[in-house]
């Protein structure tokens, strides 16, 4: 029971529920023709403005409901649809002001972006389902800045490591070709003084070999060969010997005749100082005069000079004898020497009686023999130093290896986690890009909805009007 007044609808009667009264609140509505304020008048709840909305909800709100929900299925921000019509009507061609509508068809409609909300009209972004979609399009910008910041960051830590790790790779690169080179360089050469060395070993085998194969042939020839051989040597040191006493001799000889020489003429001057003593003394014994004493000393003086004369005499003797033996030795020497001689013309004489092709053949080859196995010896020795080379070479290997191992496996590790970093970084963007994506599209697509011009009342077409189909875009 209810009665009609013009502009205010007042309810009469109470029912039993408030939905029963909602209902009657709709009925009542969609019959009048003037303004309904029962939002004014009557506190409505919020299941009654929903399903006052719902009895006039537009078709594009099911596609836009449908979006929402793809967007987020749990829900909390789906959109809950803008409704155009405030439930109002305008009779006269204008609605109320506090419902900032337009009058269209007698009805109180939303114009542009604006929908209605508890029976007036705001801008979507105003709205509740309006500013959640804002917000979330918003943080998720928000978030996809943060992760595009995040994973630029990462990209640039990874290509710091990546340069950081190929220039530690290109260092140790360098330092172990270099080592490497100078390995190889030293195997080359180890491997070819070793070569030489087997090849020297090889030769000196062989020709010992033959040397041993021509010694047993003429065996006996080249012992007689090198016994004739010591003799020959023999007698040339003897006749070295016998020259060296020849020339001593000679030299003594020469020496006893000197002193001779010179013992005669001290003789002579002994003599010749007697004479003068005797004719001094004869005038002393002519001068009657002179004392007993001084005669007696000139007779004394007389004496020694008569006992030096002898002495030089015998002296004279004596260097004559030793000149003579002197004389003899030399004349001995020269003997030995003249048999050293012989016996070494001799001596050489049967060296070349002796010495047969066969005999000087061996001797060449044992001779080669010697001198190869010298080489040999020698190739060896240098075959060692160069592996010695090499080995040093292959340590330096091993220790530039073990010095740039752990640098680069550190190197790599880093790489690995930075690339890490950076896949985590890229696939937090994409999925913010995903959701801002969504999000935005989801706000666009209502927005869009939002603001749509053609603007179904009804889920169904009136008698007058053609059906041209469902949409946002599409009315009866």
Known sequence: DYKRTPGVLRIRAMFSSRKACLVALVLSCAGAEETCSSDAQVDLPKEGQQLLQASIKPAFVEEAVEV????????????????????????????????????RDK??????????????????????????????????????????AKSSTAAAAKADAEAKAAQIQASGEEKMKAAVDARETASKHHADALARAQEAKQKAVTAQQAADEASASVADQ???????????????????????????????????????????????????????????????????????AQASADSAELQEA?????????????????????????????????????????????????????????LEKQALATRLATDAAEAEAAATAKATLAAKAAADVAAVERAHSPRVSAAQSAVNVANERHIAAAHAKAAAVSQESIARQ????????????????????????????????KCC
């Open 68 to 103: 929402s929900d793809g967007a987020d299925a749990s829900g909390k921000n789906q959109f809950l649809g803008c409704y155009k019509q405030t439930g109002g009507t305008c009779r006269l061609g204008w609605c109320d002001d506090w419902r900032k509508a337009d009058c």
């Open 107 to 148: 009805r109180c409609v939303c114009a542009g972006t604006k929908c209605a909300v508890n029976g007036k009209c705001i801008e979507y972004s105003e709205t509740s389902d309006g500013k959640s979609k804002k917000n979330n399009m918003d943080s998720l910008k928000k978030v996809l800045q943060e992760k595009s």
């Open 222 to 292: 080249i012992q007689k060969y090198h016994d004739q051989q010591d003799a020959t040597l023999e007698a040339e040191a003897a006749n070295k010997i016998h020259a060296l006493e020849h020339a001593t001799a000679n030299l003594e000889k020469e020496a006893a005749a000197a002193e001779a020489a010179d013992k005669q003429e001290a003789a002579r001057l002994a003599e010749s100082h007697h004479s003068a003593r005797e004719a001094e003394h004869k005038a002393a014994t002519s001068k009657l005069s002179v004392s007993e």
């Open 306 to 362: 008569i006992e030096a004369n002898a002495m030089a005499k015998a002296a004279a003797e004596a260097a004559a004898a030793a000149e003579e033996a002197a004389t003899v030795k030399a004349q001995a020497a020269e003997v030995k020497s003249d048999d050293a001689a012989q016996l070494y013309e001799l001596a050489r004489e049967n060296l070349a009686t002796l010495s047969s092709p066969d005999v000087l053949a061996a």
């Open 442 to 473: 989801l706000w666009t697509k209502t927005f869009e909805l939002a603001g749509g011009e053609h603007i179904c009342y009804k889920d169904s077409c009136g008698r007058n009007r053609r059906d041209a189909g469902r949409g946002p875009d």
